[in-house]
C-alpha cells in the first residue's frame, strides 16, 4: 500500500495506517458509536484523568490518536479544554463535522506539532497501538516534550504480545495497518524510562482475547 504514495522521510508504516484510517474513517466512527455510553470502567479512567488535571490548575488537554472525538468531546463535557489531533485526515473531517464547536487538526504522535509544556494532559485511547516498538520511546519523549512538568498521560491499548496485520477494514475495503497488543508493564516501563510516575495501571476483561489496558502516568517536574 505505502509503495506509491511514501514520503520520503515518512515511515512506510505510518504513511500505511493514515492511509488505512482514511480509507476506513466512517466504518471507525460507526463501530464506536455508544462505545463510552457502554462502557462505565472507560468512563471511570477519564473521570480520573481530568480530575487530576483540574487538581493541578487545569489547562489543555490533547486527545492523541482522536478518531471520531467522541473522546474529546467526554474530555471537554467534563471540565477540560479539549482538542484532538489525528493521523488521518478523514478521521479529523468526520470529528469536525460531529463536534463543530471542538478543534481538531491532523498531525502524528511521531512529531507533535505542539510547544514544550503546552499542555496540561494527554489523552492516547487505543491509537498507540499503531506504533511499532521501536517508535514508541520516540513518541513518549514527544508526549514528555509536551507536557508541562506533573502533567498527567492516559494510555489506552489491546493487551497482549502479539502484532496484528488488517488487510480490510470495517466496510469491506483493504486496508494496510499493524496493531500491536503490549502488556501494561511494558507501557509503564516505557514512561518510567522518559521520566513518568505511573499513577495506575489497569486491565479490563482479563479473561476476554483481547482485554483492554489503561496506563495513567504523571511527569515528574
Ligand atoms: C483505534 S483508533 C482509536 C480512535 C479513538 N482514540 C478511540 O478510542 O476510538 C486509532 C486512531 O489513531 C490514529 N493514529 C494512528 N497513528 C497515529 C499517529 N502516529 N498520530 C496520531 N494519530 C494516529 C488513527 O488515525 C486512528 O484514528
Redesign the pocket.
Known amino acids: 500500500m505505502s509503495e506509491n504514495n511514501a514520503a520520503p522521510d515518512v515511515p512506510a508504516w505510518?504513511t500505511d495506517?493514515?492511509t488505512?484510517?482514511?480509507v476506513d474513517?466512517s466504518g471507525?466512527a460507526e463501530k464506536?458509536q455508544g462505545?463510552l455510553e457502554a462502557h462505565p470502567h472507560l468512563r471511570a479512567h477519564l473521570d480520573v484523568f481530568v480530575e487530576l488535571v483540574q487538581r493541578d490548575g487545569g489547562g489543555r488537554v490533547a486527545?492523541?490518536?482522536?478518531?471520531?472525538?467522541?473522546?474529546t468531546r467526554y474530555l471537554q463535557d467534563s471540565g477540560t479544554e479539549a482538542f484532538g489531533?489525528?493521523?488521518?485526515p478523514a478521521?479529523v473531517a468526520i470529528a469536525q463535522r460531529t463536534y463543530p464547536d471542538l478543534h481538531f487538526e491532523v498531525?502524528?504522535?511521531?512529531n507533535l506539532d505542539l510547544a514544550a509544556h503546552s499542555v496540561a494532559g494527554i489523552?492516547?485511547?487505543?491509537?498507540?497501538?499503531?506504533?511499532p516498538d521501536h517508535a514508541m520511546a520516540g513518541?513518549i519523549e514527544e508526549v514528555h516534550r509536551v507536557l508541562r512538568p506533573g502533567g498527567h498521560v492516559l494510555v489506552?491499548f489491546h493487551v497482549g504480545d502479539s502484532t496484528e496485520h488488517a488487510s480490510s477494514g470495517y466496510t469491506g475495503q483493504p486496508i494496510s495497518v499493524d496493531?500491536h497488543r503490549r502488556q501494561a508493564s511494558k507501557i509503564s516501563d516505557w514512561l518510567r524510562e522518559a521520566n513518568f510516575q505511573i499513577e495506575s495501571e489497569s486491565v479490563f476483561r482479563p479473561d476476554d482475547i483481547v482485554p483492554g489496558g489503561i496506563v495513567l502516568a504523571r511527569r515528574r517536574r
Open positions: 505510518l495506517t493514515r488505512s484510517y482514511d474513517a471507525y464506536v462505545l486527545d492523541v490518536g482522536c478518531g471520531p472525538g467522541y473522546v489531533i489525528d493521523l488521518s478521521m498531525g502524528t504522535m511521531t489523552v492516547a485511547f487505543w491509537s498507540t497501538i499503531h506504533i513518541v489506552g496493531t
